[in-house]
């Protein structure tokens, strides 16, 4: 089954199961497409997670980092993880991803291998991803590895050993490959600290009238440093990303709910119907009340609801 609606709390967390108890890993084949605005919005796991591109481009942001993800690559993204994904070609890129606990990889906390093979590299501060492509030997063979349990999941035979196999095969490599990842480096980041903060804030508060100045405060900084910091870390201004915030829970209520487009513009932080009206169609194409009329006759309900 896939997952289209990402949830998550104040702090930006993702709320969504991936697998069970018991087996706690999970499969997806992912077109944009099918993602609100084309993307998966800022959000961040315990779990690991392993992205491969199948066709297209992708480009995966990180606190302070970017980097695309050609056709044929694949991508590690670390536990703990603020990051965001969108398409990044003129196609409907498609990605297979696998979001799993580590625990998959080395038991519980106290064996041997979780604690000289999985918490060195899962509590690294300085790895936020890592990039894998063909060009260089052990990429491919990591790459390989990843598709056999890719295959098996799409097959649905066996896939549960196949593709703790492949995950076990591809964290092998990558100790052989990189020993430095073996070194924890747990430093603490003042700059995702006060994002994950500030982030929180605008979560809480959206639906109320915020300046950059509030958000500011709420985490013990200038203005100016402010923007600076949704810059450096986002890509983006604190206004810019409020709003995105408010449009993309306007088209969840829009979705979701029958209640008049005014009252969804007032519950998602808009005081100005008209402003509104301007601002949705700028981002998704389409009045409010086409969006609505669109994915109601298709029946389908909004891919990112909020908790």
Known sequence: MQIYNIETNAQGKELTVHGSSDFPCAFYDEKFSEFLSGEVPWHWHEELEIVLVVYGQVRLECIGKSEVITQGDLILINSGVLHKLSNDSNEDSRILNVVFNPRILGGEHFSLIYKKYVYPITHNAELSYYKFTDNVDWHKRVISA???????????????????????????????????????????????????SALRYIHDQFPNEILVSDISRSVNISASECYRLFKNALGC???????????????????????????????????????????????????????????????????????
């Open 146 to 196: 990843i598709m056999q349990g890719f295959n098996a999941w799409q097959n649905q035979v066996g896939y549960e050993l196949t593709m703790t196999f492949s995950l076990m095969q591809f964290w092998q490599l990558l100790c052989e490959n990189d020993r430095d990842l073996l070194s924890t480096k747990n430093v603490s980041s003042k700059t995702e600290k006060r994002i994950l």
């Open 237 to 307: 201004t604190p206004n810019h990303y409020l709003l995105s915030y408010r449009l993309r829970f306007a088209a969840t209520r829009l979705i979701e709910t029958s209640i008049p487009i005014t009252d969804v513009a007032q519950q998602s932080g808009f005081n100005c119907p008209a402003y509104f009206a301007k601002k949705f169609r700028g981002l998704y194409k389409q009045t409010p009340k086409q969006y609505r009329n669109e994915y109601s006759n298709k029946n389908e309900k909004c891919p990112f609801p909020f908790s």
